[in-house]
């Protein structure tokens, strides 16, 4: 192997940058019985899209800081991740697990320290937060918010990546051995697999997803679908989050009067990109807003508000006697497990539905038989 591009505390980092170094660093990892990962992305935020930037992978000794964008194939790097004898630790996998998914890569064999930190009831699981609790470490997170899409990439940027994976070994290990001292280990063990099942879906219907700050009128909705996706297109093309295009604000102004000047809307609106001011851009909205709007009326859609998607909560003695019961379970759950844990074994959705029809679901095996022993020993009749 070559020599590193620096030491970080006495531990090699090898940027990699090439198919023959990637096939290098692919050959070393393959052989290592349990690797660290960390990933850096763009989500919407500096490029259009969801961006891998940066993967980040240690042994515990050797660190790989690999950059994706000259590299022509990771599928090398996928049947590593992919192979379950070997244990891969991540801090706060989720999002991590998504990428891989959306890239074509299903990690198998996980452990997030992330979730050992709620099964340790940590009120905090931010990364510096338990490598200075279990480890008196204190990292340098000023590179937390980079732009991970520019290149070069600094030498300080490169060490935030590598020491972002460096220590989750030893971090790992802390927080098992005071999982198993305290019997959790089958918490840990399905949540993990739990992780596991994480699998990328393109959202249906993804112009309905947006926060706006009140809710939209059928006919809102019907209108915003073509708008979405014009503003889509550009992003893609030029390249920009599509909040950068057209943000919310603006969205809902011309929501809230299509009627009005698409010339006033497009020139005097907070919001709305300066490129888009031009006659070519005016005349394509007038074009689609037009076009929704006499199709709207041709389907005959309505301008009111559709069916709320969360009834009102029934509020009987019945419900109320049951919420109390479940409610007195979660108090003992907290008294053992702390009130951070205890989430994992019952949280609020569980309540209130047992509340409302009566059935007790937990989904999680290891959750569910806490909760029925608990509640046996505390005489409580779910």
């Not at 096939?23 to 393959?30: D, F, P, W, Y």
């Not at 891998?52 to 599928?75: A, R």
């Not at 019997?183 to 993990?192: F, K, S, T, Y």
């Not at 009566?358 to 009749?381: D, F, S």
Request: charged fraction near 20%; hydrophobic fraction near 40%.
């Amino acid at each position: 192997m070559k020599e590193p591009a620096f030491t970080l505390e006495g531990k090699p980092v090898h940027v990699v940058q090439t198919d023959d170094a990637l096939q290098e660093a692919v050959a070393h990892l393959s052989q290592q019985p349990e690797l660290a990962l960390d990933l850096e992305f763009d989500q919407h935020h500096y490029t259009y899209g969801f961006t891998l930037c940066l993967i980040q992978i240690s042994d515990g000794h050797t660190c790989f800081v690999i950059d994706p964008f000259p590299l022509s194939d990771l599928q090398p790097l996928w049947h590593v991740l992919e192979n379950p004898a070997i244990v891969k630790i991540f801090h706060h996998a989720n999002n991590d697990l998504m990428l891989l998914s959306m890239l074509g890569c299903q990690v198998r064999t996980l452990v997030d320290t992330a979730v050992a930190a709620k099964i340790l009831n940590y009120a905090k699981a931010a990364l510096g937060t338990l490598l200075e609790e279990e480890l008196g470490l204190h990292l340098d997170k000023s590179q937390q918010m980079s732009n991970w899409n520019q290149r070069p990439l600094s030498r300080r940027q490169l060490e935030y990546a590598a020491q972002d994976v460096l220590y989750l070994h030893a971090l790992k290990n802390a927080m098992v051995t005071k999982i198993q001292e305290l019997g959790r280990m089958a918490w840990l063990e399905e949540e993990d697999q739990l992780l596991e099942s994480i699998t990328y879906v393109e959202l249906e219907d993804p112009h309905l997803k947006i926060k706006f700050p009140q809710r939209l009128t059928l006919l809102q909705q019907f209108i915003l679908k073509p708008i979405y996706d014009f503003r889509d297109q550009l992003a893609k093309k030029w390249n920009l989050p599509a909040g950068q295009i057209i943000n919310t604000n603006a969205l809902m102004a011309l929501l809230s009067n299509p009627a009005q000047s698409m010339n006033e809307w497009l020139y005097h609106t907070k919001g709305i990109n300066g490129r888009l001011q031009q006659d070519r851009y005016e005349e394509q909205l007038q074009r689609i807003l037009n076009g929704a709007l006499r199709e709207a009326e041709k389907r005959r859609i309505p301008n009111r508000l559709p069916p709320n998607p969360y009834p009102p909560r029934l509020k009987t003695p019945e419900t109320e006697a049951r919420r109390e019961l479940l409610c007195t379970v979660q108090r003992g759950l907290i008294e053992r497990y702390g009130t951070h844990a205890t989430p994992m074994l019952l949280d609020q959705s569980i309540i209130t539905n047992y509340s409302q029809t009566g059935e007790l679901v937990i989904p999680k095996k290891y959750a569910r038989e806490i909760v029925h022993a608990t509640a046996r020993e505390m005489q409580v009749n779910l």
